[in-house]
Every structure is written in C-alpha cells, then in structure tokens.
C-alpha cells in the first residue's frame, strides 16, 4: 500500500528530505533487502533516510482501495542510543505525499555489536468501498548491523569515496564501503594482479554511505584490486583474499 525506498546519507544532516524524485508506480519496498540498510560502526555517527511515497490509490486483499494517510507510531529493534524522526514531523503521511524517516545514533562501544532486526509500525487509514478502514502495516525488512570500527570513518554525502573493505583479509566474505553524491548505477569489478577480471557486476546504490558485498569463496587466496566506477570517475583499492 506504500513504496518505500531506502536513502543513505552521512551524520552532517540533521532532518532527512523526502526524495520526490521517486516514481515508483508498483507498491512495495526498494531496495530490496539485499542491499538494506547501511552498517553501523562504533563510534562513528549513523544517519540512514526511509523516503516513503504514499499512493492515493491502491488495492487491499483484492479490491480497490484509496489511502487517506499513513502514521508511523513507533520504530521497534532500534539499537541503544539510536532514534527515529520524521518529516513532516508528527510522522503523518497524508495520500499522495512525499516524506520520509531518519535513523540516527552511534554506537558508543562494542558492547553492542550485533544485528537489530528493525519494525518499523504503521497504520494505514483509508476506505475500502467508500467504507473507512484502520489497517496496522508492520514493515519488518530492515536491520542495523553494528561493526567493530576497523578504519571506517564520517564522509560527505557530496563526496564519491571508496573505503577499504571490511574485513580485510577475508576468507568469504567482505564489504566495500562507497559513498555517492547522489543515487546511481555504479559498476563494480575485482581482478587480479595480473589484470585479469574475476568478478564485474553493477548495482543501484543510494546517495551518501553504502556497502556492496562481496562473495569471496571462489577466489584463491592472494592480492586483488576492486574498482567502483561512478559515472566517468572510478576508484581502485587493494585487498587481501586469505585461505578458508
């Protein structure tokens, strides 16, 4: 009954901006899980924006259904020191509306490392043939990690930034940190020391932080290069794939 997109931005901004640049006409949730929210490392600060594009018009069980508003009463799972905000402040979303809800905090120590499975609880008001309804619409798709800090640091969400890859060296699995200054394709490969591509691929990512995963089971142990290709500039960096 909503379309929700999910939007990263770094700790300078205080209040999140809906995105009314989004036109997504098929209801549901984009991203997808797979790319979800960003990490969170301790101590450093966290911002991730929930832009919401509330359709008037929609259908329920089967049937046409309209949408006068939708209030956002709690944000559950939220890790300790992390709190939620809207905009429009009062976290109403009236049919047809742009808005969206920021998450924010930092994670003060490593006593809290670990996955917050998030719900996000709505209620959807509307009418169902002319008939008014009250609808509960739980959103439960989303979790915050929270890391150790291994080098992972604040950026500007103006900025297009490469981090080094967490962990590193890694056996299966790893992260590369990328900030955009805006929501872009991006391209992604890794090679090795000889030139030779072993993984190229493109993903949407959204604008400020990001993380794009890397599966490394298939690759023998040794020196690699990652590039991430934003537009007409692209970035390189080094990591370490180590033995299983």
């Known amino acids: 009954m ?8 770094s700790a300078s901004s205080a209040q999140c901006i809906p995105d009314t ?8 949730i984009y991203p997808d899980t797979l790319i979800g929210l960003p990490h969170s490392y301790v101590g450093v600060p966290y911002q991730a924006d929930i832009q919401v594009k509330v ?5 329920y069980m089967g049937v046409p259904a309209t949408i006068d508003s939708i209030i956002v009463t709690s944000v559950a799972g939220l890790p300790p020191g992390f709190v939620y905000s809207c905009t429009p402040s009062n976290c109403l979303f009236p049919g ?27 209620t959807v008001y509307g009418k169902v043939f002319g008939v008014p309804q009250s609808i509960p619409q739980p959103i439960t798709s989303y979790t915050i990690y929270i890391e150790n800090n291994v080098g992972i640091s604040a ?29 872009s394709l991006v391209h992604y490969t890794v090679s090795n020391l000889l030139g030779k591509k072993v993984i190229a691929r493109e993903l949407i990512l959204q604008k400020g ?8 089971q298939e690759l023998p142990a040794g ?3 990652y ?10 960096r080094r990591m370490i794939v180590s033995e299983n």
Request: proline share 8%; glycine share 8%; hydrophobic share 40%.
């Open 2 to 9: 909503i379309a929700i997109c999910i939007a990263f931005v």
């Open 223 to 225: 020196i690699y290069l």
């Open 155 to 183: 950026v500007s969400n103006l900025s297009f930034l490469v981090g080094q890859n967490v962990p590193n060296p890694a056996s299966e699995n790893t992260l590369i940190p990328v900030n955009l200054p805006h929501s």
């Open 21 to 28: 640049s989004i036109t997504h006409n098929v209801p549901g």
């Open 96 to 122: 047809g509306s742009d808005a969206c809800i920021l998450l924010s905090g930092s994670a003060p120590s490593a006593g809290i490392v670990g996955a917050y499975p998030l719900t996000v609880n709505t």
């Open 55 to 59: 359709f008037t018009n929609t259908t």
């Open 209 to 216: 932080s990001n993380t794009i995963p890397l599966n490394l």
């Open 227 to 236: 590039t991430i290709t934003y537009g007409e500039q692209s970035l390189t």
